[in-house]
């Protein structure tokens, strides 16, 4: 079959495929990261780019709502739709490119125990003119006398290690041993880091904390966007993905995963002066369907009723079967699922938060891609996943993006005369007050959207089903291209992008199917214990952190509540594989509360329909 090269600009990545192959599949290829939220199927208009030269195929009707007559003319396409004829040269535009790092997923430091699974012994041992296996035999004896650790193994890999690279110093060594069962690591002469990652796995954000393992703290931490976005913007699209590439998906969205983990964990530990492989210890939470992803199994089986994980208890597996490039023969240790979608990703957030110990019933709230809530006590706890999808992050929005410098990160509408005033990320103040030659605005992240569609509604431009009122006297209510209404939130001489940053009727509408999800979750979860008012609640989530909750409340987030019994925690589930990685007792505490949890399947509740209809509306009747 006849090929092509294609460069695509500015990152001036080369790549060759087959003809016919489209410009999303050979970026995929070649590792440029084009926006895709309908997964390649022309619906999304995300991926548009511009074919700067080249021979592609021609213009089709699916692109005719999202590339105009004159973009068209300028080589404007979309990614998914083109294909390529020859060797050309695409230009991907930066809003297009998908962010490498995102920065805002923190944990709050708490009290905890010392206690990891995995401990440094450190070892004084002759080994000059020994063969391997004598030596070996020799810390397995000292281990038994010196910390009374008995019936030691040792990793097979090591033996080999030991073999090609026998010990060649005398004095202290630094021997690690997993759970007092198994040595995972020497270190000889000099004793360095006993390290581990905790690793919190979103649909849409990745974060991971790099930890000391004797002083129990957090030395580091980082995230980026979850390269699966690649293959869709939820869950359901990567278990689409999955299906339609048989063995084949699965081991392509694990590898894209590792690559990006791999990177964030060279930078963290290179900053702080070590390597990789003094990480001796991985835990990992996330929900469901990344749990599986991340392990190498197919998630087909969770796009089908009854939604059964393939595996639901703790896993212990070995970092180098994963693709990982920490200590080889380290463990990762994956939190428990629960059932469903509700993965180990809530099992974090139940460690952390401790409902089971209390008398007071306790709602929590992760917000994100896919919503997970629990409620209950030290009785019962029930828990239900809702699909909120990605539109309160950034994606699915006309002029969304995720929380980055540039980002509206908070509004306000004056009712008067509806001019609107604004915060964006990485620069001080509100717009009104700052001199020219700040940093101007390219979208609206997370925490601006819910801001957007309870202003909007405080200022009367939309109405309690969420249309845009035709009575208001403003340039900032207009029709938009394609002839549905928009606010105008930023005028394009204001932005980064020289366009205008809108938020739509139709935006407004994603919003709402959103938050319903998530509140019509939570009232179902209500009517099992017969509750119907809330005394407190929780929010956890990065995402939650940021969120004015008087804009949450007027939209209808979450059942109302007295905005002074709302806490925010921030990342609980990565706070949850914090704790789980520093206090090994925290992993069998994971295993029985994960069991003692009820789930509840939504899809299949008579009573959620109705609740996800009444929540629709702002706010909530």
């Known amino acids: 079959m006849k090929k092509a090269r294609v460069l695509f600009t500015p990152s001036q990545k080369e790549v060759e495929g087959e003809i016919g192959r489209t410009i999303l599949d050979l970026a995929r290829k070649a590792g440029v990261y084009i926006d895709s939220q309908c997964n390649g199927k022309g619906k999304c208009g995300k991926c548009r780019v511009r074919v700067l030269e080249g021979d592609v195929s021609l213009f089709v009707q699916e692109e005719a709502q999202f590339v105009k007559g004159f973009e068209q003319e300028a080589g404007y396409r979309l990614a998914c739709m083109t294909r390529v004829r020859g060797d050309a040269i695409v230009l991907v535009p930066g809003e297009n490119v998908l962010t490498?790092?995102?920065?805002r997923k923190m944990f709050s430091k708490r009290t905890k125990t010392i206690?990891?699974?995995?401990?440094?012994?450190?070892?004084?041992?002759?080994?000059?003119?020994?063969?391997?296996?004598?030596?070996?035999?020799?810390?397995?004896?000292?281990?038994?006398?010196?910390?009374?650790?008995?019936?030691?193994?040792?990793?097979?890999?090591?033996?080999?290690?030991?073999?090609?690279?026998?010990?060649?110093?005398?004095?202290?060594?630094?021997?690690?041993?997993?759970?007092?069962?198994?040595?995972?690591?020497?270190?000889?002469?000099?004793?360095?880091?006993?390290?581990?990652?905790?690793?919190?796995?979103?649909?849409?954000?990745?974060?991971?904390?790099?930890?000391?393992?004797?002083?129990?703290?957090?030395?580091?931490?980082?995230?980026?966007?979850?390269?699966?976005?690649?293959?869709?913007?939820?869950?359901?699209?990567?278990?689409?993905?999955?299906?339609?590439?048989?063995?084949?998906?699965?081991?392509?969205?694990?590898?894209?995963?590792?690559?990006?983990?791999?990177?964030?964990?060279?930078?963290?530990?290179?900053?702080?002066?070590?390597?990789p492989e003094d990480i001796v210890d991985m835990t990992v939470v996330g929900n469901t369907v990344m749990h599986h992803i991340f392990l190498g199994i197919a998630p087909d089986n969770l796009g089908l009723w009854p939604f059964e994980p393939l595996v639901k208890g703790p896993v212990n597996v070995k970092s180098h079967k994963l693709g990982l490039s920490i200590n080889p023969y380290s463990y990762v240790h994956m939190l428990p699922v629960e059932a469903g979608f509700v993965g180990s990703d809530n099992v974090g957030v139940l460690i952390s938060e401790e409902p089971y110990v209390k008398d007071e019933l306790s709602l929590i709230i992760d917000v994100g891609t896919n919503g997970e809530v629990v409620l209950g006590n030290r009785d019962q706890l029930f828990s239900c996943s809702c699909a909120t999808g990605p539109a309160l992050e950034g994606a699915q929005i006309s002029c969304g993006m995720r929380a980055a410098p540039g980002a509206i990160e908070k509004i306000r509408i004056d009712p008067d005369n509806f001019e609107v005033n604004y915060k964006v990320i990485g620069r001080k103040g509100w717009a009104n007050n700052l001199p020219a030659g700040t940093l101007k605005p390219s979208g609206i992240c997370g925490s601006g959207i819910i801001d957007m569609v309870a202003q909007l509604f405080k200022a009367r431009l939309i109405n309690t089903n969420g249309a845009f009122s035709n009575k208001t006297n403003t340039p900032r209510i207009r029709k938009g291209k394609t002839g549905v209404a928009e606010y105008v939130v930023a005028w394009k001489k204001e932005t980064s992008t020289q366009d205008d940053i809108v938020f739509t009727q139709k935006d407004v509408r994603q919003v709402q199917l959103a938050k319903a999800a998530l509140h019509g979750g939570c009232r179902v979860l209500m009517s099992r214990l017969n509750i119907d008012t809330l005394r407190g609640l929780t929010i956890a989530g990065a995402f939650g952190m940021h969120i004015d909750k008087e804009s949450a409340l007027t939209l209808g987030l979450f059942p109302q509540c007295e905005p002074g019994n709302i806490v925010m925690v921030g990342n609980a589930a990565g706070h949850g594989a914090y704790l789980a990685l520093v206090d090994r007792s925290k992993r069998d505490e994971a295993d029985r509360v994960a069991r003692m949890v009820t789930h509840i399947e939504l899809a299949m509740e008579e009573g959620f329909q109705g609740e996800f209809m009444k929540a629709l509306a702002i706010p909530i009747h």
């Open 100 to 103: 490498s790092v995102a920065s």
């Open 115 to 275: 206690n990891p699974a995995v401990k440094c012994y450190h070892i004084d041992i002759d080994v000059l003119g020994k063969d391997h296996s004598e030596y070996v035999n020799d810390i397995i004896k000292l281990l038994r006398m010196q910390y009374g650790l008995l019936n030691i193994t040792i990793d097979p890999g090591i033996l080999e290690d030991l073999n090609k690279e026998p010990i060649k110093s005398k004095g202290t060594i630094g021997v690690f041993v997993w759970m007092d069962k198994e040595i995972v690591a020497i270190h000889p002469e000099k004793i360095t880091a006993s390290l581990g990652v905790a690793l919190d796995i979103g649909t849409t954000t990745v974060a991971l904390y790099l930890c000391d393992l004797v002083k129990g703290e957090v030395i580091a931490s980082g995230s980026f966007t979850n390269p699966q976005v690649l293959f869709g913007p939820d869950i359901m699209s990567r278990i689409s993905y999955s299906v339609e590439h048989p063995c084949e998906g699965v081991k392509r969205m694990q590898k894209e995963l590792m690559n990006s983990i791999n990177a964030l964990i060279l930078n963290l530990v290179s900053g702080q002066g070590y390597s």
